[in-house]
């Protein structure tokens, strides 16, 4: 019979454990010095900063003591006041945990870390003080100080000892999502017909790579690298791999749009996408600087002589010149910003250019998911906290307690319930060790050194998994289960066996009644989510288009967008593949009529008499109607106004006609695929 064989750890994974526990170790020893009441906070604290990149356990660090120092001052402030009167602290611990939450499911960047350890913090401390709110001050005052130095023990080390900078892996996702946009242009220019295809792995992976770059440069400023002197180039670049999107899908569309109208491709496009395939192929900047100028002129004229073909393949041709200068345009700007961010990396100094980039404020954000996550957390800590009042129970604080902190962990998904019990599962797996440690081991330890080694080979396995993605949620739930029931040795000389049990029931039973409360809730589906996406896409472009003559616009919905494709991606996966193509393809084509609607917006002004006004009226009322629920096809007079536009852009010669050409041949194209490859006529003075 083969043996099952034991886990491997690469040398990366087994120096983050050896290095964590150090840090959880010199944590504990300091705490212990100075005389704290539990220096087992601190080493839990010390592991939960830890991450293998020393960026991410800086930025962790920062948020993390901010945050409790602000849950602690809020728990100073609110026990004494409401100490006589149980109900109403219950009451108002439980508002500031779920007002504390909301924020941070506002806030999708590791800063939303503050929010959520400030709420949950005033709860681990203010509960267990119900019974000693006279003490409240010096309880918090040790909290801070222990979690404290947890944290500044984690950052030490972590940034000291053979630190791992975050360039690595940020550059990696840079060049991933460099090379998903250059395949997919690629693809584009090779065939034709792509538009037609269901969307390919590459284009839904450049979704993710925008997004996951997003999120982790926001760790970018705290790394221990020259790649925190990039900070800008980065945020630059992510927003110019963005805008990149909605150009190739919409390059996509027209050259379907012209074999659709003309049976196939004319000799004129299938040339110019030659050409422009050479150019892409030239990795040298300098070669394609070289070749560009006369690739831009050819692009320019084409569509240009108005008796060479009808005006809806004349529009068509204008629309795939306009769009495909500016993926040249964008493409050039990524590469440059990247070659920028190598410069940066090698201590030069990055160049600064115009405008700032958008960075992660403009990222979705769902109001109505957030707010019922944090109803569900206000719910479930009243409902322990009913139960441990009615019945007077001993450890009933820490029912509240965890039931307040793993309502707030796993808030960010649509079915938080399935992660919850893992981490009950795993934290129950966790009794036996801690039964070990503190009914037996424990009580022979004499001084510190012996304490560290009874407690190493459990912290330094733990770390190993830890260290690896797939296995770290559960050997962090492992770790959280014994860390914190060793906590009840320090503040309780003895600890027998009913006292454990329950301590470990109280856990329980607040973990379980914090996906009970989530489940009945929360919990909601992958295709709700999912739809709700699309109705904010549609109420921002229903918004876009309303807006009046010469209103601001800009282009922070291009990034918007591409993170909503990003969240929708995962979302629609298990659908069927109909519904699922039928998403992410209705994602995309939104996020082109967000191009197209801030495109006429920009040129009304110059263009008075186009009869855009009225187009931008009709766009506004339909996409409203569908961000309020309702299916309802676009009407036949809205294509009669896009005809009627788009035949007096036809006739003005410069660039805002070009640019509303190509907008309003989107729109058309959008909002009516099925509308015949010819321009209705205009009746004499529709136009004005």
Not at 483 to 501: E, R, W, Y
Request: glycine residues 8%; aromatic residues 6%; charged residues 15%.
């Amino acid at each position: 019979m083969k043996l099952p064989s034991l886990p491997r750890f690469s040398g990366a994974e087994i120096l983050f454990s050896a290095k964590s526990f150090a840090a959880a170790v010199l944590a504990m020893y300091i705490a212990s010095r100075a005389g704290l009441p539990r220096p087992f906070w601190a080493l839990l604290t010390s592991y939960i900063v830890s991450a293998p990149l020393a960026g991410n356990v800086r930025s962790k660090a920062v948020f993390r003591f901010c945050g409790t120092l602000i849950g602690c001052i809020a728990t100073v402030l609110m026990v004494p006041a409401f100490a006589n009167a149980p109900e109403l602290l219950t009451l108002a611990l439980a508002l500031w945990v779920g007002t504390c939450l909301f924020l941070s499911l506002q806030d999708r960047t590791a800063r939303s870390y503050l929010f959520m350890l400030a709420g949950y913090t005033a709860a681990l401390i203010g509960f267990p003080s119900v019974e000693t709110p006279a003490a409240i001050f010096d309880t918090a005052v040790a909290r801070v100080e222990e979690i404290s130095l947890g944290i500044l023990s984690a950052t030490l080390v972590h940034s000291l000892v053979l630190p791992v900078g975050m360039g690595p892996t940020l550059l990696a996702v840079l060049d991933r999502g460099l090379g998903d946009a250059r395949r997919w242009f690629a693809d584009v220019l090779r065939e034709p017909g792509a538009a037609a295809k269901p969307l390919a792995t590459d284009r839904q992976r450049l979704a993710g790579d925008i997004t996951q770059l997003r999120l982790l440069s926001t760790h970018v400023p705290f790394d221990t690298s020259h790649l925190r002197w990039t900070a800008g180039a980065i945020g630059a670049m992510q927003d110019a791999l963005a805008a990149l999107t909605p150009a190739l899908s919409a390059v996509e569309n027209r050259l379907l749009a012209l074999e659709e109208a003309e049976g196939t491709l004319a000799p004129d496009v299938t040339a110019l996408l030659a050409r422009t395939a050479a150019w892409l192929r030239a990795d040298a900047a300098t070669a394609q600087d070289a070749a560009l100028d006369d690739l831009l002129a050819e692009l320019r004229a084409l569509g240009a002589d108005a008796a060479t073909c009808k005006p809806w393949a004349r529009a068509l041709r204008i629309s795939l010149a306009v769009r495909l200068e500016e993926l040249i345009h964008g493409w050039r700007d990524a590469k440059s910003l990247r070659r920028d961010i190598d410069a940066g990396l090698a201590g030069a100094v990055p160049p600064r250019r115009h405008g700032e980039p958008f960075g992660n404020r403009v990222l979705h954000k769902d109001v109505g998911l957030a707010l019922l996550s944090s109803f569900a957390a206000v719910l479930a800590i009243c409902l322990c906290c009913a139960a441990w009042i009615v019945a007077a129970w001993p450890a009933g604080s820490a029912a509240a307690m965890f039931a307040a902190v793993f309502c707030s962990f796993f808030a960010t998904m649509d079915d938080p319930v399935p992660a919850i019990r893992n981490f009950m599962r795993f934290m129950i797996w966790s009794v036996p060790v801690s039964a070990l440690y503190v009914l037996v081991l424990l009580p022979l330890v004499h001084d510190f050194g012996m304490l560290v080694l009874v407690i190493a080979p459990t912290f330094l396995v733990l770390g190993l998994f830890i260290a690896r993605a797939a296995t770290a949620p559960s050997a962090l739930a492992m770790l959280f289960g014994v860390a914190g029931t060793l906590s009840i040795h320090d503040t309780q000389a003895t600890v027998d066996l009913p006292v454990f049990l329950n301590s470990t029931l109280a856990q329980v039973l607040g973990i379980f009644a914090a996906a009970l409360v989530t489940r009945l809730v929360r919990t909601v589906g992958a295709d709700w989510s999912a739809q709700r996406i699309r109705r904010a896409t549609w109420n921002e472009l229903g918004a876009m288009a309303d807006a009046g003559r010469g209103a601001a616009v800009d282009d922070a919905y291009a990034v918007r967008m591409v993170d909503r494709i990003a969240l929708l991606a995962p979302r629609v996966v298990q659908a069927d593949a109909a519904v699922r193509n039928d998403t992410v393809e209705g994602a995309l084509s939104d996020l082109r009529s967000g191009l197209d609607i801030v495109a006429l917006q920009r040129a009304r002004p110059r263009l008075p008499s186009m009869g855009i006004g009225p187009v931008m009226q009709g766009v506004a009322r339909l996409f409203r109607s569908r961000g309020q629920g309702r299916d309802d096809p676009p009407p036949a007079a809205l294509l009669a106004e896009l005809d009627g536009a788009l035949q007096g852009a036809l006739g003005k010669d410069g660039i805002d006609g070009r640019v509303a050409v190509t907008a309003l041949v989107g729109l058309r194209r959008t909002l009516f695929p099925g509308a015949p490859a010819a321009l209705a006529p205009v009746a004499t003075g529709a136009s004005a």
